[in-house]
């Protein structure tokens, strides 16, 4: 089967994950993750893209994003995980040792209502639900606690939200997430559908002639 044709549009947001080759933990201890969020800080500079939520697990990252104009998707993207790797093997001295991630990045658009809520919530649970933590804003490698308990420069990572964020946010991140609501949102990243309301979904497909059969090779261990 041939690659899923790669939506690179500007505003709208995007769901977007990587995980490593073969599933290999390779963010052990404090200095591996603080490693990932100062490429991604460079990223987000380099190409001002707007970062929405993230969440950097031992052996895969979501990051929902917005990018401004198209093709800044792709040229963060590529950057991001290029960098990345390149850095990643010479810290650890492991050149010529072959790709760190299993392949491309997978994403999908969101629709900007409740679907963005629920897509954030998602990404920022992904610890919790993982059993990392016990509370999803104490993961420290995630936008959760970057917007609870970080400084007014680790904020500086963060863009406000295209909508306003519930009062009881907080509450509801650490509370089980709906199984129709969470299924809606695996189905997303196994099938490469949008995430969306049907009839938002629909026109997504049509306008960008997707197609939403494209498998996900294999799910991420330790959250998903």
Same mark, same amino acid.
């Given at each position: 089967? %041939?690659? @899923? #044709?790669?939506?690179?549009?500007?505003?709208?947001?995007?769901?977007?994950?990587?995980?490593?080759?073969?599933?290999?933990?390779?963010?052990?201890? !404090?200095? !591996?993750?603080?490693?990932?969020?100062?490429?991604?800080?460079?990223? /987000?500079?380099?190409?001002?893209?707007?970062?929405?939520?993230?969440?950097?697990?031992?052996?895969?990252?979501?990051?929902?994003?917005?990018?401004?104009?198209?093709?800044?998707?792709?040229?963060?993207?590529?950057?991001?995980?290029?960098?990345?790797?390149?850095?990643?093997? @010479?810290? $650890?001295?492991?050149? %010529?040792?072959?790709?760190?991630?299993?392949?491309?990045?997978?994403?999908?658009?969101?629709?900007?209502?409740?679907?963005?809520?629920?897509?954030?919530?998602?990404?920022?649970?992904?610890? #919790? /639900?993982?059993?990392?933590?016990? $509370?999803?804003?104490?993961?420290?490698?995630?936008?959760?606690? *970057?917007?609870?308990?970080?400084?007014? =420069?680790? /904020?500086?990572?963060?863009?406000?939200?295209?909508?306003? /964020?519930?009062? !009881?946010?907080?509450?509801?991140?650490?509370?089980?997430?709906?199984?129709?609501?969470?299924?809606?949102? *695996? $189905?997303?990243?196994?099938?490469?559908?949008?995430?969306?309301?049907? *009839?938002?979904?629909?026109?997504?497909?049509?306008?960008?002639?997707?197609?939403?059969?494209?498998?996900?090779?294999? *799910?991420?261990? =330790?959250?998903?």
């Amino acid at each position: 089967m %041939g690659r @899923a #044709l790669r939506i690179d549009v500007g505003n709208y947001i995007y769901h977007v994950l990587n995980r490593v080759n073969a599933c290999v933990q390779i963010f052990n201890n !404090d200095k !591996d993750y603080q490693f990932f969020e100062q490429v991604l800080t460079e990223a /987000k500079e380099r190409y001002g893209m707007r970062l929405l939520a993230y969440s950097v697990m031992p052996n895969h990252w979501h990051l929902v994003v917005y990018p401004r104009g198209n093709g800044d998707l792709s040229k963060f993207m590529s950057w991001l995980t290029l960098t990345h790797t390149q850095r990643w093997h @010479a810290s $650890k001295e492991t050149r %010529g040792q072959g790709h760190l991630y299993q392949g491309r990045y997978k994403s999908f658009l969101c629709q900007e209502d409740n679907h963005f809520i629920s897509l954030a919530r998602y990404v920022e649970r992904n610890a #919790l /639900k993982a059993n990392l933590i016990g $509370k999803a804003e104490k993961w420290k490698w995630g936008s959760a606690y *970057r917007r609870e308990y970080g400084t007014s =420069k680790q /904020k500086e990572l963060l863009s406000s939200w295209p909508m306003q /964020k519930p009062k !009881d946010y907080l509450v509801w991140l650490n509370q089980p997430q709906l199984d129709d609501e969470e299924s809606a949102i *695996r $189905k997303s990243i196994k099938r490469g559908n949008p995430y969306g309301g049907s *009839r938002w979904s629909e026109r997504i497909i049509k306008n960008f002639s997707l197609e939403t059969t494209v498998r996900f090779r294999g *799910r991420p261990k =330790k959250g998903s």
